[in-house]
């Protein structure tokens, strides 16, 4: 029986256009961080402190330490000051990088769906930004004012997309089998393939509403679809529900 639905981010609820808006990220941020920092340099210090952060296992810290551990080690910087500065960036510059994002056509009703329906509902956005980050995008996507049962960020969780690990830490967290669980998210390596792994259910979401299956999704189309889906008991794993 089909318990929680999680719902991947950028460019599931919020279409972002994740590549061109990293870009503005990377800018922004070296801009803040002033004329001594090299942007692209900071930039690929961070990717790959991201990149460590996922490769090596670190159950007993949260990735915003096990990152603060694998960029201090690359930079030599100490962690300390450069969170100080980087809550500076996310509280005062951040938030101005929304300009070219866009609510997700169907987004807030497939959640409000999922929501009476009484399943649970999380927000499961790769764990790379800290949680502050994530709920400006959330304001940016319309859904600020809504209570969910997770919301996955740097601070909270010990794994990451495409772990299969960061996939059954949710289950745990909310307090349900991993097959109990339908993942919608729009990348098939970062959010299908690993789902699946982990032993949940999964919807890719098409945009364009093509609904074409590819490789391991069980079910594809817009949220429009899904909706239809959700209402209509025939999603993956709901068979079981009663109407």
Same mark, same amino acid.
Not at 13 to 36: H, I, K, N, Q, V
Not at 67 to 84: H, P, V
């Given at each position: 029986m089909l318990k929680a639905i999680l719902f991947d981010l950028d460019d599931t !609820? @919020?279409?972002? $256009?994740?590549?061109?808006? %990293?870009?503005?990220?990377?800018?922004?941020? #070296?801009?803040? !961080? =002033?004329?001594?920092v090299d942007p692209k340099q900071l930039q690929n210090q961070i990717v790959k402190a991201c990149a460590l952060m996922i490769e090596h296992d670190h159950p007993q810290l949260n990735n915003a330490e096990a990152?603060?551990?694998?960029?201090?080690? !690359?930079? #030599?910087?100490?962690?300390?000051?450069?969170?100080?500065r980087l809550w500076r960036f996310y509280s005062d510059e951040y938030p101005k990088l929304g300009e070219n994002v866009s609510v997700m056509p169907g #987004?807030?009703?497939a959640v409000l769906e999922a929501k009476a329906m009484g399943l649970k509902v999380?927000?499961?956005?790769?764990? !790379?930004?800290?949680?502050?980050?994530?709920?400006?995008? @959330?304001?940016?996507? $319309? @859904?600020?004012?809504i209570s969910f049962d997770l919301v996955t960020g740097l601070e909270n969780m010990h794994y990451a997309k495409p772990q299969?690990?960061?996939?059954?830490?949710?289950?745990? %967290?909310?307090?349900?089998?991993?097959?109990?669980?339908l993942m919608v998210g729009n990348d098939l390596a970062l959010d299908i393939a690993p789902a699946r792994?982990? $032993? %949940?259910?999964?919807?890719?979401?098409?945009?364009? =509403?093509? =609904?074409? @299956?590819?490789?391991?999704?069980?079910?594809a189309g817009d949220l429009g679809d899904l909706i239809q889906g959700l209402r209509s008991r025939a999603l993956p794993g709901m068979s079981e529900l009663v109407p």
């Open positions: !609820l @919020l279409r972002t $256009g994740t590549d061109r808006f %990293m870009e503005r990220y990377f800018a922004a941020l #070296g801009r803040f !961080l =002033g004329p001594s990152f603060s551990i694998e960029f201090a080690r !690359l930079t #030599g910087s100490q962690a300390d000051a450069f969170w100080e #987004g807030r009703e999380v927000v499961a956005t790769n764990p !790379l930004f800290p949680l502050c980050a994530v709920a400006t995008r @959330l304001s940016w996507a $319309g @859904l600020s004012d299969p690990q960061y996939y059954k830490e949710i289950a745990a %967290m909310i307090d349900v089998r991993p097959s109990q669980c792994a982990a $032993g %949940m259910h999964t919807f890719l979401v098409q945009p364009d =509403g093509s =609904g074409a @299956l590819q490789q391991e999704a069980e079910a």
